[in-house]
């Protein structure tokens, strides 16, 4: 099963940028989509965006015009721009590989640890 290791979390101020990174140091990902996600206290994981091998990305109308997912399975490291972030917007933030793009997280198959975004004054 692929491995995978995010980073780049922190804490941010309202309307500050953010990026994440998500990659596979022992495993390749030509083929794959990789997903991001995240989970806020108390809350379900919810879908934020995926980026397939072909680099169609799909977003959750709740950071669509803020966040944009690029980068290239085939070298092993996607990215999420995170711009104009929200104190809503704090949740542990998780990417996922797996054959198909979804927001759906039960969908996918292997996953990262998590990193951690905070956004608050």
């Given at each position: 099963?692929?491995?995978l290791?995010?980073s780049?979390g922190g804490?941010v101020?309202?309307?500050?940028?953010?990026?994440?990174?998500c990659?596979?140091p022992?495993d390749r990902?030509?083929?794959y989509?990789?997903?991001?996600?995240?989970?806020?206290?108390?809350?379900?994981?919810k879908?934020?965006?995926c980026i397939?091998?072909?680099?169609?990305?799909?977003?959750a109308?709740?950071?669509?015009g803020?966040f944009?997912?690029?980068?290239?399975?085939?070298?092993g490291?996607i990215y999420l721009?995170m711009n104009?972030?929200?104190?809503e917007?704090?949740?542990?933030?998780?990417?996922a590989?797996d054959l198909?793009?979804?927001?759906?997280?039960d969908n996918w198959g292997?996953?990262?640890?998590?990193?951690?975004?905070?956004?608050?004054?």
């Amino acid at each position: 099963q692929v491995r995978l290791v995010e980073s780049g979390g922190g804490l941010v101020q309202p309307g500050g940028s953010l990026r994440l990174s998500c990659a596979a140091p022992e495993d390749r990902l030509d083929g794959y989509s990789i997903g991001w996600f995240r989970q806020a206290p108390g809350k379900e994981r919810k879908g934020v965006s995926c980026i397939t091998s072909s680099r169609y990305t799909h977003y959750a109308e709740t950071v669509k015009g803020r966040f944009t997912v690029s980068g290239d399975t085939a070298k092993g490291t996607i990215y999420l721009q995170m711009n104009n972030l929200k104190p809503e917007d704090t949740a542990v933030y998780y990417c996922a590989a797996d054959l198909f793009c979804s927001l759906q997280p039960d969908n996918w198959g292997a996953w990262g640890q998590g990193t951690q975004v905070t956004v608050s004054s």
